[in-house]
């Protein structure tokens, strides 16, 4: 299966609700990293490994596909 075929094809519903949450986390950690206050340097880190995780998890899900419903060659 290609790519363009796994964005067009439906994600099934949980990953949909983990795609999601991996907006979210991307987008708390982009709020810290891009926060004008000075903030401690644990939290910076924070802000770093939210914004990874979010969108590595956002991107799994997204190309995840219900099983089946591709009708297109991979060949």
């Known amino acids: 299966m290609k790519i363009v075929d ?4 439906p994600t099934p519903k ?3 609700l983990l795609r999601n ?3 979210v986390l991307a987008a708390i ?3 810290l990293l ?3 206050v000075d903030l ?3 939290l910076n880190d924070l802000g770093g490994y939210l914004t990874v995780a ?3 998890l956002s991107s799994v899900s997204q190309l ?3 099983d089946g419903v591709n009708t297109h060659d991979s060949g």
């Not at 796994?6 to 094809?9: F, K, L, M, N, T």
């Open 29 to 31: 950690g982009g709020v």
């Open 6 to 9: 796994r964005i067009q094809s």
């Open 40 to 42: 401690p340097s644990w």
């Open 34 to 36: 891009a926060s004008p």
């Open 54 to 56: 979010g969108g590595i």
């Open 21 to 23: 949450i991996g907006l």
């Open 64 to 66: 995840t596909v219900v």
């Open 14 to 16: 949980l990953f949909q």
